[in-house]
Protein backbone atom coordinates (compact mmCIF):
# COMPACT_ATOMS: atom_id res chain seq x y z
CA UNK A 1 0.00 0.00 0.00
CA UNK A 2 1.25 3.79 -0.22
CA UNK A 3 4.23 4.74 2.02
CA UNK A 4 1.75 7.26 3.88
CA UNK A 5 -0.49 7.06 6.29
CA UNK A 6 -4.13 6.68 4.78
CA UNK A 7 -7.22 6.54 7.04
CA UNK A 8 -10.85 6.61 6.54
CA UNK A 9 -12.83 8.90 8.43
CA UNK A 10 -14.85 6.40 10.06
CA UNK A 11 -16.65 8.66 12.54
CA UNK A 12 -17.73 11.23 9.47
CA UNK A 13 -21.73 11.01 9.13
CA UNK A 14 -22.87 11.50 5.84
CA UNK A 15 -25.71 9.75 3.48
CA UNK A 16 -24.04 10.81 0.44
CA UNK A 17 -22.59 8.73 -2.79
CA UNK A 18 -18.97 9.12 -0.63
CA UNK A 19 -19.13 10.24 2.93
CA UNK A 20 -15.90 11.21 2.94
CA UNK A 21 -14.84 11.17 -0.83
CA UNK A 22 -13.33 14.63 -0.41
CA UNK A 23 -11.44 13.99 2.48
CA UNK A 24 -7.86 15.14 1.21
CA UNK A 25 -6.21 16.14 4.73
CA UNK A 26 -2.92 17.94 4.64
CA UNK A 27 -0.74 16.26 7.65
CA UNK A 28 1.38 19.72 8.92
CA UNK A 29 3.59 20.45 11.26
CA UNK A 30 2.08 22.64 14.22
CA UNK A 31 4.15 24.75 16.45
CA UNK A 32 5.58 23.63 19.85
CA UNK A 33 6.42 27.74 20.72
CA UNK A 34 9.12 29.71 20.18
CA UNK A 35 12.51 28.28 19.13
CA UNK A 36 16.02 30.13 20.06
CA UNK A 37 17.45 32.17 17.58
CA UNK A 38 19.32 30.68 15.37
CA UNK A 39 18.63 27.40 16.77
CA UNK A 40 16.48 25.63 14.62
CA UNK A 41 15.57 22.06 13.66
CA UNK A 42 14.82 22.99 10.23
CA UNK A 43 17.67 25.02 9.16
CA UNK A 44 15.71 28.61 9.50
CA UNK A 45 17.38 31.22 11.44
CA UNK A 46 14.40 32.94 14.21
CA UNK A 47 15.20 36.67 14.66
CA UNK A 48 12.90 38.34 17.07
CA UNK A 49 9.97 35.17 16.58
CA UNK A 50 10.43 35.27 13.03
CA UNK A 51 11.86 33.35 10.12
CA UNK A 52 14.69 35.29 9.11
CA UNK A 53 17.41 34.46 6.44
CA UNK A 54 18.68 30.90 6.02
CA UNK A 55 21.18 31.32 3.15
CA UNK A 56 23.27 33.57 4.75
CA UNK A 57 22.30 37.29 3.27
CA UNK A 58 23.42 39.91 6.26
CA UNK A 59 20.69 40.26 8.66
CA UNK A 60 21.65 44.19 9.11
CA UNK A 61 21.29 47.31 7.52
CA UNK A 62 19.22 47.85 4.53
CA UNK A 63 18.48 44.83 2.37
CA UNK A 64 19.29 46.77 -0.66
CA UNK A 65 22.97 47.80 0.60
CA UNK A 66 24.39 43.50 0.16
CA UNK A 67 23.23 42.66 -3.44
CA UNK A 68 26.46 42.06 -3.87
CA UNK A 69 26.16 38.22 -1.97
CA UNK A 70 23.95 37.27 -4.00
CA UNK A 71 26.59 35.68 -6.45
CA UNK A 72 27.92 33.39 -4.10
CA UNK A 73 25.03 32.40 -2.01
CA UNK A 74 21.76 32.41 -4.25
CA UNK A 75 21.97 30.26 -7.00
CA UNK A 76 19.11 29.34 -8.73
CA UNK A 77 19.75 26.19 -10.69
CA UNK A 78 21.47 25.01 -7.33
CA UNK A 79 18.28 25.79 -5.29
CA UNK A 80 16.03 24.42 -7.61
CA UNK A 81 17.74 21.04 -8.42
CA UNK A 82 18.72 20.68 -4.57
CA UNK A 83 14.57 21.20 -3.99
CA UNK A 84 13.51 18.83 -6.73
CA UNK A 85 15.93 16.24 -5.33
CA UNK A 86 14.27 16.37 -1.45
CA UNK A 87 10.40 16.36 -3.09
CA UNK A 88 10.38 13.32 -5.30
CA UNK A 89 6.73 11.88 -5.79
CA UNK A 90 6.22 9.09 -4.19
CA UNK A 91 4.94 5.50 -6.06
CA UNK A 92 2.49 3.07 -4.42
CA UNK A 93 1.19 -0.25 -5.41
CA UNK A 94 -2.48 -0.77 -5.91
CA UNK A 95 -5.22 -3.34 -5.27
CA UNK A 96 -4.89 -4.75 -8.92
CA UNK A 97 -0.75 -4.92 -8.99
CA UNK A 98 0.16 -1.34 -10.68
CA UNK A 99 2.71 0.84 -9.94
CA UNK A 100 1.11 4.39 -9.29
CA UNK A 101 2.72 7.98 -8.97
CA UNK A 102 -0.02 10.05 -8.15
CA UNK A 103 1.81 13.69 -8.75
CA UNK A 104 4.66 13.92 -11.82
CA UNK A 105 8.07 14.93 -11.21
CA UNK A 106 9.26 18.00 -12.56
CA UNK A 107 12.46 19.89 -12.76
CA UNK A 108 12.26 22.18 -9.68
CA UNK A 109 9.60 19.95 -7.52
CA UNK A 110 7.51 22.63 -7.85
CA UNK A 111 4.24 19.68 -7.46
CA UNK A 112 5.02 18.88 -4.34
CA UNK A 113 6.83 21.96 -2.76
CA UNK A 114 4.09 24.40 -4.05
CA UNK A 115 1.47 22.43 -4.63
CA UNK A 116 1.66 20.14 -2.31
CA UNK A 117 0.12 17.39 -4.64
CA UNK A 118 0.66 14.57 -2.12
CA UNK A 119 -1.27 16.01 0.17
CA UNK A 120 -4.48 17.48 -1.42
CA UNK A 121 -7.41 14.57 -2.74
CA UNK A 122 -9.87 12.51 -1.95
CA UNK A 123 -6.97 9.56 -1.98
CA UNK A 124 -4.18 11.66 -0.18
CA UNK A 125 -6.50 10.34 2.63
CA UNK A 126 -8.73 7.52 1.62
CA UNK A 127 -7.20 4.10 0.34
CA UNK A 128 -10.17 3.75 -2.14
CA UNK A 129 -13.28 5.79 -2.43
CA UNK A 130 -15.44 2.32 -2.38
CA UNK A 131 -12.90 2.10 1.16
CA UNK A 132 -14.96 5.06 2.43
CA UNK A 133 -18.08 4.40 1.72
CA UNK A 134 -17.91 1.21 3.44
CA UNK A 135 -16.41 2.67 6.38
CA UNK A 136 -19.28 5.62 6.30
CA UNK A 137 -22.07 4.86 9.75
CA UNK A 138 -25.02 4.90 7.45
CA UNK A 139 -25.77 2.02 4.54
CA UNK A 140 -24.31 3.25 1.03
CA UNK A 141 -24.76 1.27 -2.12
CA UNK A 142 -21.21 0.42 -3.64
CA UNK A 143 -19.70 0.84 -7.12
CA UNK A 144 -16.75 -1.59 -7.47
CA UNK A 145 -15.00 -1.38 -10.14
CA UNK A 146 -14.33 -4.62 -12.59
CA UNK A 147 -11.55 -2.99 -14.77
CA UNK A 148 -8.54 -2.01 -13.26
CA UNK A 149 -8.73 1.55 -12.73
CA UNK A 150 -9.15 4.20 -10.11
CA UNK A 151 -13.20 5.20 -9.10
CA UNK A 152 -12.77 9.17 -8.63
CA UNK A 153 -14.94 11.51 -7.03
CA UNK A 154 -16.23 11.97 -10.62
CA UNK A 155 -18.85 8.96 -10.04
CA UNK A 156 -19.65 11.30 -6.90
CA UNK A 157 -20.80 14.23 -8.48
CA UNK A 158 -22.65 12.84 -11.08
CA UNK A 159 -24.83 10.94 -8.84
CA UNK A 160 -25.41 13.59 -6.41
CA UNK A 161 -24.68 16.67 -7.69
CA UNK A 162 -25.59 16.02 -11.54
CA UNK A 163 -28.28 13.35 -11.94
CA UNK A 164 -30.68 12.82 -9.43
CA UNK A 165 -31.84 16.30 -8.43
CA UNK A 166 -33.05 15.05 -5.17
CA UNK A 167 -29.82 13.37 -4.18
CA UNK A 168 -28.34 14.18 -1.09
CA UNK A 169 -25.61 17.14 -1.96
CA UNK A 170 -21.88 16.67 -1.67
CA UNK A 171 -21.17 20.30 -0.95
CA UNK A 172 -23.12 19.94 2.17
CA UNK A 173 -22.42 16.37 3.36
CA UNK A 174 -18.66 16.84 2.65
CA UNK A 175 -18.11 19.95 3.73
CA UNK A 176 -20.68 19.33 7.43
CA UNK A 177 -18.74 15.74 8.28
CA UNK A 178 -14.96 17.11 7.30
CA UNK A 179 -14.62 20.57 8.89
CA UNK A 180 -16.71 19.03 12.02
CA UNK A 181 -14.52 16.17 12.60
CA UNK A 182 -11.42 15.66 14.92
CA UNK A 183 -9.38 13.21 12.92
CA UNK A 184 -10.00 16.07 9.52
CA UNK A 185 -8.67 18.36 12.38
CA UNK A 186 -5.58 16.52 13.74
CA UNK A 187 -4.23 15.48 10.77
CA UNK A 188 -4.27 19.28 9.34
CA UNK A 189 -7.57 19.51 7.13
CA UNK A 190 -8.21 22.35 5.66
CA UNK A 191 -10.30 24.15 2.95
CA UNK A 192 -6.93 23.18 0.26
CA UNK A 193 -6.67 19.65 1.27
CA UNK A 194 -9.73 19.62 -0.76
CA UNK A 195 -9.69 22.38 -3.48
CA UNK A 196 -7.90 24.57 -5.46
CA UNK A 197 -8.85 28.33 -6.06
CA UNK A 198 -9.31 29.19 -9.48
CA UNK A 199 -8.99 32.22 -11.66
CA UNK A 200 -11.85 33.37 -11.09
CA UNK A 201 -11.72 33.11 -7.30
CA UNK A 202 -14.52 30.34 -7.09
CA UNK A 203 -13.16 26.45 -5.15
CA UNK A 204 -13.13 24.01 -7.32
CA UNK A 205 -12.06 20.04 -6.51
CA UNK A 206 -8.89 19.30 -6.58
CA UNK A 207 -8.93 15.87 -8.05
CA UNK A 208 -10.72 17.69 -10.90
CA UNK A 209 -8.08 20.66 -11.39
CA UNK A 210 -5.28 18.82 -10.91
CA UNK A 211 -3.83 17.61 -14.26
CA UNK A 212 -4.29 21.16 -15.87
CA UNK A 213 -1.93 22.58 -12.94
CA UNK A 214 1.25 20.22 -12.70
CA UNK A 215 4.05 21.08 -14.03
CA UNK A 216 6.99 18.74 -15.59
CA UNK A 217 4.80 16.83 -18.20
CA UNK A 218 6.15 15.80 -21.15
CA UNK A 219 4.43 17.65 -24.20
CA UNK A 220 4.04 16.11 -27.21
CA UNK A 221 2.28 17.63 -30.22
CA UNK A 222 -0.92 15.63 -32.17
CA UNK A 223 1.32 15.50 -35.45
CA UNK A 224 4.49 14.65 -34.01
CA UNK A 225 3.36 12.19 -31.34
CA UNK A 226 3.27 9.13 -33.69
CA UNK A 227 0.20 7.73 -32.36
CA UNK A 228 -2.32 5.50 -34.29
CA UNK A 229 -5.93 4.86 -33.23
CA UNK A 230 -8.75 2.23 -34.02
CA UNK A 231 -11.69 1.25 -32.83
CA UNK A 232 -14.79 -1.41 -32.75
CA UNK A 233 -18.25 -1.78 -31.24
CA UNK A 234 -17.28 -5.87 -30.97
CA UNK A 235 -15.19 -6.10 -27.81
CA UNK A 236 -16.97 -8.13 -25.30
CA UNK A 237 -15.93 -7.52 -21.77
CA UNK A 238 -14.59 -10.57 -19.74
CA UNK A 239 -16.85 -11.51 -16.31
CA UNK A 240 -14.00 -10.91 -13.88
CA UNK A 241 -14.23 -7.15 -15.77
CA UNK A 242 -17.60 -6.04 -14.90
CA UNK A 243 -18.64 -3.64 -12.64
CA UNK A 244 -20.28 -4.24 -9.09
CA UNK A 245 -23.35 -2.38 -7.95
CA UNK A 246 -25.06 -2.79 -4.68
CA UNK A 247 -28.72 -3.12 -4.62
CA UNK A 248 -31.19 -1.18 -2.85
CA UNK A 249 -31.08 -3.81 0.11
CA UNK A 250 -27.97 -4.60 1.81
CA UNK A 251 -25.78 -7.18 0.15
CA UNK A 252 -26.67 -11.43 0.88
CA UNK A 253 -24.66 -14.66 0.39
CA UNK A 254 -26.87 -15.59 -2.42
CA UNK A 255 -26.52 -12.04 -4.21
CA UNK A 256 -23.08 -12.19 -3.59
CA UNK A 257 -21.24 -15.81 -3.87
CA UNK A 258 -20.75 -16.01 -8.04
CA UNK A 259 -18.81 -19.61 -7.00
CA UNK A 260 -22.09 -20.95 -5.53
CA UNK A 261 -25.46 -20.32 -7.91
CA UNK A 262 -28.17 -22.25 -6.41
CA UNK A 263 -30.21 -23.96 -9.23
CA UNK A 264 -33.37 -24.03 -7.26
CA UNK A 265 -33.72 -20.39 -6.93
CA UNK A 266 -33.85 -20.27 -10.49
CA UNK A 267 -36.13 -23.56 -10.99
CA UNK A 268 -38.50 -21.73 -8.50
CA UNK A 269 -38.31 -17.57 -9.16
CA UNK A 270 -41.63 -16.33 -10.44
CA UNK A 271 -41.90 -13.27 -11.74
CA UNK A 272 -45.17 -11.14 -12.49
CA UNK A 273 -46.61 -9.00 -14.72
CA UNK A 274 -49.44 -6.98 -13.42
CA UNK A 275 -50.92 -3.35 -14.07
CA UNK A 276 -52.74 -2.27 -16.91
CA UNK A 277 -53.24 -5.85 -18.92
CA UNK A 278 -55.87 -7.75 -19.60
CA UNK A 279 -54.11 -10.98 -18.51
CA UNK A 280 -52.17 -10.78 -15.85
CA UNK A 281 -49.32 -13.82 -15.11
CA UNK A 282 -47.26 -14.87 -12.52
CA UNK A 283 -44.65 -17.67 -14.10
CA UNK A 284 -41.99 -19.19 -12.91
CA UNK A 285 -38.13 -18.77 -15.13
CA UNK A 286 -38.59 -22.09 -16.78
CA UNK A 287 -41.90 -21.60 -17.72
CA UNK A 288 -41.23 -18.31 -19.39
CA UNK A 289 -38.33 -19.53 -21.20
CA UNK A 290 -39.77 -22.92 -22.75
CA UNK A 291 -42.95 -20.94 -23.96
CA UNK A 292 -41.41 -17.60 -25.04
CA UNK A 293 -37.77 -18.74 -26.15
CA UNK A 294 -34.66 -17.16 -25.80
CA UNK A 295 -32.72 -14.23 -27.93
CA UNK A 296 -29.06 -13.35 -27.62
CA UNK A 297 -27.59 -9.85 -28.60
CA UNK A 298 -24.53 -7.88 -27.58
CA UNK A 299 -25.47 -4.58 -25.52
CA UNK A 300 -23.76 -1.82 -23.12
CA UNK A 301 -23.95 -1.75 -19.66
CA UNK A 302 -23.34 1.74 -18.77
CA UNK A 303 -24.45 2.79 -15.65
CA UNK A 304 -26.13 6.27 -15.43
CA UNK A 305 -24.01 7.72 -13.00
CA UNK A 306 -20.74 6.94 -14.80
CA UNK A 307 -19.16 10.04 -14.13
CA UNK A 308 -16.24 11.59 -16.47
CA UNK A 309 -13.59 9.33 -17.59
CA UNK A 310 -15.10 6.60 -14.98
CA UNK A 311 -15.06 2.76 -15.70
CA UNK A 312 -18.84 1.90 -14.80
CA UNK A 313 -19.27 0.11 -18.02
CA UNK A 314 -19.05 -2.75 -19.72
CA UNK A 315 -19.93 -5.02 -22.72
CA UNK A 316 -21.04 -8.55 -22.64
CA UNK A 317 -22.95 -11.02 -24.60
CA UNK A 318 -26.54 -11.77 -23.04
CA UNK A 319 -28.61 -14.10 -23.60
CA UNK A 320 -32.90 -13.77 -22.40
CA UNK A 321 -36.39 -14.51 -22.89
CA UNK A 322 -37.34 -11.30 -25.17
CA UNK A 323 -39.60 -8.88 -22.83
CA UNK A 324 -41.84 -7.69 -25.91
CA UNK A 325 -43.26 -11.25 -26.43
CA UNK A 326 -43.95 -11.46 -22.93
CA UNK A 327 -45.96 -8.48 -22.25
CA UNK A 328 -47.64 -8.82 -25.41
CA UNK A 329 -48.75 -11.83 -24.65
CA UNK A 330 -50.28 -10.19 -21.34
CA UNK A 331 -52.30 -7.97 -23.35
CA UNK A 332 -51.98 -4.20 -22.35
CA UNK A 333 -54.84 -2.05 -21.99
CA UNK A 334 -55.31 0.91 -24.80
CA UNK A 335 -53.13 3.57 -24.08
CA UNK A 336 -50.54 1.89 -21.92
CA UNK A 337 -47.35 3.59 -22.57
CA UNK A 338 -45.18 2.46 -19.43
CA UNK A 339 -43.44 -0.33 -17.65
CA UNK A 340 -41.71 -0.49 -14.60
CA UNK A 341 -39.43 -3.60 -13.73
CA UNK A 342 -38.57 -4.60 -10.01
CA UNK A 343 -35.89 -6.39 -8.34
CA UNK A 344 -36.80 -7.47 -4.95
CA UNK A 345 -35.66 -5.53 -3.32
CA UNK A 346 -37.93 -2.65 -5.10
CA UNK A 347 -35.49 -1.27 -7.23
CA UNK A 348 -36.92 -0.14 -11.00
CA UNK A 349 -37.47 2.85 -12.67
CA UNK A 350 -40.33 3.72 -15.03
CA UNK A 351 -39.83 3.35 -18.66
CA UNK A 352 -41.44 3.70 -21.93
CA UNK A 353 -43.17 1.01 -23.81
CA UNK A 354 -41.21 1.69 -26.88
CA UNK A 355 -37.96 0.52 -24.66
CA UNK A 356 -39.21 -3.28 -25.86
CA UNK A 357 -38.70 -2.83 -29.37
CA UNK A 358 -34.67 -2.49 -28.25
CA UNK A 359 -33.49 -6.14 -27.75
CA UNK A 360 -35.14 -5.80 -24.14
CA UNK A 361 -34.49 -9.01 -22.19
CA UNK A 362 -35.40 -10.75 -19.10
CA UNK A 363 -31.54 -12.22 -19.10
CA UNK A 364 -30.80 -15.32 -17.69
CA UNK A 365 -26.70 -15.84 -19.17
CA UNK A 366 -23.96 -13.68 -19.99
CA UNK A 367 -21.24 -14.76 -22.14
CA UNK A 368 -22.48 -18.15 -22.55
CA UNK A 369 -22.16 -18.69 -18.86
CA UNK A 370 -25.29 -18.65 -15.92
CA UNK A 371 -25.98 -15.04 -14.87
CA UNK A 372 -23.75 -14.63 -12.17
CA UNK A 373 -25.20 -13.76 -8.28
CA UNK A 374 -23.79 -10.00 -8.15
CA UNK A 375 -25.19 -9.50 -11.45
CA UNK A 376 -28.46 -10.34 -10.78
CA UNK A 377 -29.22 -14.24 -10.85
CA UNK A 378 -31.35 -15.66 -11.47
CA UNK A 379 -32.97 -13.13 -13.60
CA UNK A 380 -31.93 -9.08 -14.64
CA UNK A 381 -33.70 -6.57 -17.50
CA UNK A 382 -31.34 -5.30 -20.01
CA UNK A 383 -32.22 -2.97 -22.66
CA UNK A 384 -30.70 -1.83 -25.57
CA UNK A 385 -30.88 1.62 -27.74
CA UNK A 386 -28.62 3.56 -25.26
CA UNK A 387 -30.48 2.70 -22.53
CA UNK A 388 -28.87 3.23 -19.05
CA UNK A 389 -28.25 0.67 -16.19
CA UNK A 390 -30.57 1.82 -14.30
CA UNK A 391 -33.09 0.02 -16.71
CA UNK A 392 -31.48 -3.49 -15.96
CA UNK A 393 -32.41 -3.97 -12.55
CA UNK A 394 -31.10 -7.44 -11.22
CA UNK A 395 -33.08 -10.10 -9.65
CA UNK A 396 -36.18 -9.14 -11.38
CA UNK A 397 -39.92 -10.03 -9.36
CA UNK A 398 -42.17 -8.35 -11.31
CA UNK A 399 -43.31 -5.86 -14.01
CA UNK A 400 -45.97 -3.39 -14.09
CA UNK A 401 -47.41 -2.15 -17.14
CA UNK A 402 -48.93 1.33 -16.59
CA UNK A 403 -50.53 4.55 -18.39
CA UNK A 404 -49.11 7.93 -17.93
CA UNK A 405 -51.00 11.37 -18.50
CA UNK A 406 -47.32 13.40 -17.87
CA UNK A 407 -44.62 11.79 -21.00
CA UNK A 408 -42.25 13.12 -18.16
CA UNK A 409 -42.30 10.68 -15.30
CA UNK A 410 -41.00 8.17 -18.31
CA UNK A 411 -37.23 7.24 -17.94
CA UNK A 412 -35.80 8.78 -21.49
CA UNK A 413 -33.24 10.38 -20.18
CA UNK A 414 -34.16 14.01 -20.52
CA UNK A 415 -30.13 14.85 -19.76
CA UNK A 416 -29.84 13.71 -23.21
CA UNK A 417 -29.75 16.81 -25.80
CA UNK A 418 -28.44 19.28 -23.64
CA UNK A 419 -25.05 19.09 -23.90
CA UNK A 420 -23.37 22.12 -25.42
CA UNK A 421 -21.95 22.50 -28.52
CA UNK A 422 -18.66 21.54 -29.23
CA UNK A 423 -15.85 23.71 -27.28
CA UNK A 424 -13.23 23.85 -25.19
CA UNK A 425 -14.90 25.64 -22.79
CA UNK A 426 -18.04 24.07 -22.51
CA UNK A 427 -21.24 25.33 -20.03
CA UNK A 428 -20.18 23.69 -16.28
CA UNK A 429 -24.21 23.81 -15.82
CA UNK A 430 -25.00 20.94 -18.53
CA UNK A 431 -23.96 17.17 -17.91
CA UNK A 432 -21.17 15.23 -18.30
CA UNK A 433 -22.01 13.59 -21.69
CA UNK A 434 -20.77 12.24 -24.23
CA UNK A 435 -18.22 10.36 -22.36
CA UNK A 436 -15.20 8.77 -22.45
CA UNK A 437 -12.10 6.74 -20.85
CA UNK A 438 -9.20 4.40 -20.19
CA UNK A 439 -9.90 1.06 -18.85
CA UNK A 440 -7.14 -1.15 -18.99
CA UNK A 441 -4.83 1.01 -16.70
CA UNK A 442 -5.61 2.90 -14.04
CA UNK A 443 -4.96 6.79 -14.23
CA UNK A 444 -1.60 7.97 -12.64
CA UNK A 445 -0.05 4.22 -13.44
CA UNK A 446 3.85 3.81 -13.81
CA UNK A 447 5.23 1.79 -16.96
CA UNK A 448 8.59 0.38 -16.41
CA UNK A 449 11.09 -0.08 -19.40
CA UNK A 450 8.64 1.20 -21.97
CA UNK A 451 10.30 4.45 -23.35
CA UNK A 452 10.83 3.81 -26.98
CA UNK A 453 8.13 1.07 -26.60
CA UNK A 454 4.92 0.81 -27.71
CA UNK A 455 2.07 1.10 -25.26
CA UNK A 456 -1.07 0.28 -25.99
CA UNK A 457 -3.94 2.21 -24.02
CA UNK A 458 -7.70 0.96 -24.58
CA UNK A 459 -11.02 2.45 -23.33
CA UNK A 460 -14.72 3.39 -23.82
CA UNK A 461 -16.42 6.15 -25.79
CA UNK A 462 -20.49 6.42 -24.96
CA UNK A 463 -23.03 8.72 -24.98
CA UNK A 464 -26.12 6.43 -24.50
CA UNK A 465 -29.05 7.19 -26.72
CA UNK A 466 -27.10 9.19 -28.57
CA UNK A 467 -24.36 7.76 -31.30
CA UNK A 468 -20.48 8.99 -31.08
CA UNK A 469 -19.53 10.41 -33.85
CA UNK A 470 -15.38 10.95 -33.07
CA UNK A 471 -13.18 10.77 -30.51
CA UNK A 472 -9.90 13.23 -29.66
CA UNK A 473 -6.59 12.73 -27.98
CA UNK A 474 -4.06 15.40 -27.09
CA UNK A 475 -0.67 14.98 -25.00
CA UNK A 476 0.08 18.64 -24.95
CA UNK A 477 -2.34 20.18 -22.52
CA UNK A 478 -5.27 20.56 -24.97
CA UNK A 479 -3.44 22.45 -27.63
CA UNK A 480 -3.84 19.66 -30.55
CA UNK A 481 -5.89 16.93 -31.15
CA UNK A 482 -5.39 13.71 -32.55
CA UNK A 483 -8.80 12.81 -34.28
CA UNK A 484 -10.58 9.65 -34.90
CA UNK A 485 -13.61 9.50 -36.70
CA UNK A 486 -16.57 6.81 -35.46
CA UNK A 487 -19.54 7.61 -38.06
CA UNK A 488 -22.39 5.09 -38.18
CA UNK A 489 -21.94 3.78 -34.65
CA UNK A 490 -24.77 1.48 -33.47
CA UNK A 491 -26.40 3.21 -29.86
CA UNK A 492 -26.33 -0.94 -28.47
CA UNK A 493 -22.82 -0.75 -28.20
CA UNK A 494 -20.05 1.20 -26.78
CA UNK A 495 -17.24 2.61 -28.98
CA UNK A 496 -14.10 0.37 -27.85
CA UNK A 497 -10.74 2.73 -28.77
CA UNK A 498 -7.29 1.56 -29.01
CA UNK A 499 -4.54 4.53 -28.57
CA UNK A 500 -0.92 2.88 -29.77
CA UNK A 501 2.08 5.48 -28.84
CA UNK A 502 5.57 4.98 -28.42
CA UNK A 503 6.76 7.61 -25.53
CA UNK A 504 10.62 9.11 -26.68
CA UNK A 505 11.21 10.47 -23.24
CA UNK A 506 10.94 8.98 -19.52
CA UNK A 507 8.63 11.28 -17.64
CA UNK A 508 5.18 11.54 -17.08
CA UNK A 509 2.44 12.30 -19.59
CA UNK A 510 -0.93 13.72 -19.36
CA UNK A 511 -3.52 12.25 -21.61
CA UNK A 512 -6.85 14.20 -22.21
CA UNK A 513 -9.70 12.22 -24.30
CA UNK A 514 -13.27 13.64 -25.59
CA UNK A 515 -15.99 12.23 -27.34
CA UNK A 516 -18.66 13.59 -29.58
CA UNK A 517 -22.21 12.40 -30.33
CA UNK A 518 -24.84 13.38 -32.78
CA UNK A 519 -28.57 13.79 -31.12
CA UNK A 520 -31.80 13.45 -33.24
CA UNK A 521 -31.86 16.11 -34.59
CA UNK A 522 -28.12 16.25 -35.96
CA UNK A 523 -26.76 18.60 -33.69
CA UNK A 524 -23.48 17.28 -32.40
CA UNK A 525 -22.71 17.52 -28.70
CA UNK A 526 -19.77 18.26 -26.86
CA UNK A 527 -18.49 16.54 -22.86
CA UNK A 528 -18.71 19.36 -20.22
CA UNK A 529 -15.95 18.18 -19.22
CA UNK A 530 -12.82 16.38 -20.40
CA UNK A 531 -11.35 13.09 -19.22
CA UNK A 532 -7.85 13.65 -17.74
CA UNK A 533 -5.28 11.01 -17.65
CA UNK A 534 -1.48 10.79 -16.43
CA UNK A 535 0.90 8.21 -16.73
CA UNK A 536 4.20 8.01 -15.92
CA UNK A 537 7.29 6.27 -18.67
CA UNK A 538 10.61 4.55 -17.16
Known amino acids: ?72 IYSHAEEEERNAELNQPSTYTDRNGFEIQ ?40 LIIMGYPVEQGV ?24 HMNNELFDDMGGNCMSCHH ?55 SEWTNDDTNIDPSVYENWTISIEGDVANPITMTLPELKEKFGTKTAVLKNHCNVNGTGQGTIYQAEVTGIPLKDVIEFCQPTDGANGYTPKGYDGFGNLMPMEYLDENALIVLEVNGETLRPSQGYPAAIWVGGGAAGAEFPKYVSSITISTEDDADKLWTHPRHGTNVKPSVTP ?32 GYAD ?41 QEAGSYHLKIRAFSQAADGTEHAPTYTTDYQFTVR
Open 463 to 503: AYTEPITRVEYSLDGGKTWLTMETSNTDVDRWVYWRMNFTP
Open 1 to 72: MRGKRRVALATCACATCAVMLLAACSPQLASTGAQEEGNADDGKVYVDGKIGSKIGYESDGRLIDHIDQLPQ
Open 197 to 251: INDDGDFVLWDVAKYDLYKGYNLVDAEESGATLSYDQDTITPLENQFYKTIKSEP
Open 154 to 177: QNCLMCHDTWQPNANKLKDNIHQT
Open 102 to 141: PVPADPKGYNMTWLDGEQRGCLSCHETLEDAQMNQPTYHR
Open 427 to 458: DPKVVFYPNAGVLNYPTNVVLNDQVGKEITFE
